[in-house]
């Protein structure tokens, strides 16, 4: 009904459909993008759409595709190291990059405890998500378990500790810390340190890995007393930091497996009055933004997160589209030159 020439309510499929000259059904698959009508029938619908000013029905349409246009970005991490570290921050930025010429949208979930991966699973499993993209997963995670199980697509950013056959994108963070180290060897530091990542998490264990490749291919023994496991927060490699210097004040260098780590390490290391390079050299590891930004500038292994992203929500699309569920790439890291090493 109008008044006036002004409509009272929004169009309906059925006014479509007379407008059109065509049947409700033909305008529900016109809608919903089916290939199942003909190129006049479709042109008909679409004039139609546009005249009237036609917008599907959000729910409906969901129930005729059984698709919620979002996806979710799964964090395994407090809400305080989420939002304060920058490297989760590069991976939502570029995730919703990559979504900005879809009709896809973005939701962001942390799941702390075991109690909110089971609810996450549920939500998930529930069809409340198209997919799921889960990352800083630690090695006793249930989600990419649950969620495999029940058919939900998934990309893993990181591969997973199991080998489980599940899609993945992931930094080559071996050849990482392999690079890292080889790095001050080359510049003839004898006493090279580490700050590890978390042991339970598979970045954490990659890179430890690379750096301990690189010893033992230049004939040299991993020391114990020249690692200290850190948790990929600054404070955490200043506490590392300390440590190392308690423990081997005659270290010359040190490997920190993140740059907010470095940033704590650099820290530490002025207030314990070292200079750097000089003393100490530091690499870190991502290139995040702090590295150009702290004292000295930092060093670092660059993650090509900008390459990383797009395929990740490419996978996911692929499985969404029934594609291919257990793809996986592996993107290379190379070294930065700054003052730090």
């Known amino acids: 009904m109008t008044v006036s020439g002004t409509r009272t309510a929004a169009p309906t499929l059925d006014e479509v459909a007379l407008r059109a000259g065509v049947s409700r059904a033909t305008v529900s698959r016109v809608v919903n993008d089916s290939p199942r009508v003909s190129a006049e029938a479709r042109e008909a619908v679409q004039a139609a759409v546009a005249e009237l000013r036609y917008v599907p029905n959000r729910m409906a349409r969901s129930l005729v595709t059984r698709r919620t246009d979002t996806i979710a970005l799964v964090l395994s991490e407090p809400d ?5 570290d920058p490297f989760f921050a590069s991976i939502v930025r570029g995730l919703s990059r990559a979504l900005a010429e879809t009709d896809l949208n973005l939701v962001l979930l942390t799941a702390r405890d075991a109690r909110e991966q089971e609810k996450i699973g549920r939500y998930a499993r529930r069809g409340h998500v198209d997919g799921v993209i889960l990352m800083s997963l630690h090695r006793e995670d249930q989600l990419p378990e649950v969620l495999a199980a029940a058919g939900v697509p998934l990309v893993l950013c990181g591969r997973p500790f199991d080998g489980r056959p599940v899609a993945y994108v992931d930094a080559d963070n071996v050849g990482g810390g392999r690079v890292a180290t080889e790095f001050l060897i080359a510049q003839g530091r004898r006493r090279i340190a580490t700050v590890t990542g978390p042991q339970d998490m598979i970045a954490g264990v990659d890179r430890f890995q690379g750096h301990r490749a690189a010893l033992e291919q230049a004939g040299r023994r991993l020391e114990p007393g020249l690692v200290a496991h850190g948790d990929f927060t600054e ?8 440590e190392l210097l308690d423990r081997e004040p005659g270290l010359d260098a040190v490997f920190v497996a993140s740059d907010p780590m470095a ?20 690499v870190g590891f991502d290139d995040a933004a702090v590295a150009q930004t702290c004292d000295p500038p930092l060093t670092t292994m660059a993650q090509p997160l900008d390459e990383m992203t797009p395929l990740m929500t490419e996978l996911l699309l692929q499985q969404i589209d029934g594609g291919p569920q257990a793809d996986s790439r592996v993107c290379a890291t190379h070294l930065v030159r700054r003052a730090s090493a």
Request: charge should be positive; avoid cysteine.
């Open 235 to 242: 404070a955490g490699g200043a506490r590392a930091m300390a």
């Open 263 to 282: 940033v704590g390490a650099l820290r530490t290391l002025q207030a314990a009055g070292r200079t750097v390079p000089g003393d100490v050299a530091v």
């Open 80 to 84: 305080t190291q989420v939002f304060s």
